[in-house]
Protein backbone atom coordinates (compact mmCIF):
# COMPACT_ATOMS: atom_id res chain seq x y z
CA UNK A 1 0.00 0.00 0.00
CA UNK A 2 2.50 2.56 0.92
CA UNK A 3 4.47 1.56 -2.10
CA UNK A 4 1.46 2.29 -4.13
CA UNK A 5 1.41 5.83 -2.88
CA UNK A 6 4.64 6.28 -3.77
CA UNK A 7 4.21 5.41 -7.25
CA UNK A 8 0.88 7.30 -7.12
CA UNK A 9 2.87 10.50 -5.87
CA UNK A 10 5.54 10.19 -8.48
CA UNK A 11 2.63 10.34 -11.03
CA UNK A 12 1.63 13.73 -9.91
CA UNK A 13 5.06 14.74 -10.23
CA UNK A 14 5.26 13.08 -13.79
CA UNK A 15 1.99 15.04 -14.76
CA UNK A 16 3.08 18.38 -13.16
CA UNK A 17 6.11 18.06 -15.61
CA UNK A 18 3.66 17.03 -18.70
CA UNK A 19 1.69 20.44 -17.60
CA UNK A 20 4.42 22.50 -17.70
CA UNK A 21 5.61 20.79 -21.36
CA UNK A 22 2.35 21.48 -22.98
CA UNK A 23 2.05 24.67 -21.45
CA UNK A 24 5.71 25.83 -23.01
CA UNK A 25 4.74 24.67 -26.52
CA UNK A 26 1.44 25.69 -26.68
CA UNK A 27 2.82 29.20 -26.05
CA UNK A 28 5.28 28.73 -28.08
CA UNK A 29 2.78 28.11 -30.80
CA UNK A 30 0.41 30.88 -29.74
CA UNK A 31 3.55 33.37 -29.83
CA UNK A 32 3.88 33.03 -33.29
CA UNK A 33 0.04 32.71 -34.11
CA UNK A 34 -0.32 36.13 -33.78
CA UNK A 35 -3.54 36.57 -35.76
CA UNK A 36 -4.68 34.58 -32.79
CA UNK A 37 -7.37 36.62 -30.24
CA UNK A 38 -5.41 37.31 -26.42
CA UNK A 39 -8.49 35.71 -24.84
CA UNK A 40 -8.56 32.75 -27.41
CA UNK A 41 -4.98 31.80 -26.52
CA UNK A 42 -5.85 32.10 -22.71
CA UNK A 43 -8.33 29.44 -22.82
CA UNK A 44 -6.15 27.22 -25.06
CA UNK A 45 -3.94 27.30 -21.99
CA UNK A 46 -6.58 27.43 -19.56
CA UNK A 47 -7.65 24.13 -20.76
CA UNK A 48 -4.42 22.69 -20.53
CA UNK A 49 -4.58 23.51 -16.91
CA UNK A 50 -8.09 21.95 -16.10
CA UNK A 51 -7.05 19.01 -17.58
CA UNK A 52 -4.00 18.51 -15.20
CA UNK A 53 -5.88 19.86 -12.46
CA UNK A 54 -8.45 17.36 -13.43
CA UNK A 55 -6.06 14.82 -13.83
CA UNK A 56 -4.38 15.28 -10.36
CA UNK A 57 -7.15 15.37 -8.56
CA UNK A 58 -7.61 11.88 -9.09
CA UNK A 59 -4.54 10.89 -8.22
CA UNK A 60 -4.91 12.60 -5.84
CA UNK A 61 -8.26 10.91 -4.41
CA UNK A 62 -6.40 7.28 -5.28
CA UNK A 63 -4.14 8.40 -2.68
CA UNK A 64 -6.70 9.67 0.15
CA UNK A 65 -8.19 6.28 -0.24
CA UNK A 66 -4.84 3.98 -0.08
CA UNK A 67 -3.92 6.18 2.99
CA UNK A 68 -7.34 5.29 4.62
CA UNK A 69 -6.48 1.67 3.63
CA UNK A 70 -3.43 1.92 5.56
CA UNK A 71 -4.63 3.75 8.28
CA UNK A 72 -7.44 1.08 8.78
CA UNK A 73 -4.98 -2.04 8.27
CA UNK A 74 -2.64 -0.65 10.93
CA UNK A 75 -6.10 -0.32 13.46
CA UNK A 76 -6.49 -3.74 12.69
CA UNK A 77 -3.13 -4.68 13.32
CA UNK A 78 -2.70 -2.98 16.93
CA UNK A 79 -6.23 -3.94 17.50
CA UNK A 80 -5.73 -7.59 17.37
CA UNK A 81 -6.67 -9.26 20.73
CA UNK A 82 -5.74 -13.07 21.83
CA UNK A 83 -8.97 -15.26 21.02
CA UNK A 84 -10.98 -16.28 23.72
CA UNK A 85 -13.27 -19.29 24.19
CA UNK A 86 -16.29 -19.33 26.05
CA UNK A 87 -17.37 -22.46 27.52
CA UNK A 88 -20.43 -22.93 29.75
CA UNK A 89 -21.63 -25.64 32.04
CA UNK A 90 -24.96 -27.22 32.40
CA UNK A 91 -26.63 -24.67 35.83
CA UNK A 92 -22.96 -22.62 36.33
CA UNK A 93 -22.23 -19.26 34.82
CA UNK A 94 -19.91 -19.10 31.82
CA UNK A 95 -16.28 -19.96 32.56
CA UNK A 96 -13.54 -17.38 30.55
CA UNK A 97 -11.19 -19.51 28.98
CA UNK A 98 -7.82 -18.67 26.81
CA UNK A 99 -7.67 -22.00 25.16
CA UNK A 100 -10.04 -24.49 22.96
CA UNK A 101 -12.91 -26.42 25.52
CA UNK A 102 -11.84 -30.04 24.05
CA UNK A 103 -7.88 -29.06 25.09
CA UNK A 104 -9.03 -29.78 28.50
Not at 3 to 22: A, S
Not at 68 to 93: F, G, I, S, W
Request: net charge neutral; proline share 6%; charged share 30%.
Amino acid sequence: MKTDIVFLEREIKNRKQQFGVEVYELMEQLEVNTGMPTSEKESKIRQSFDRARKDIAVIQAKIECKKEEVQVLDQQKNNKQPQVAYATAPNHPPILMESHPGDL
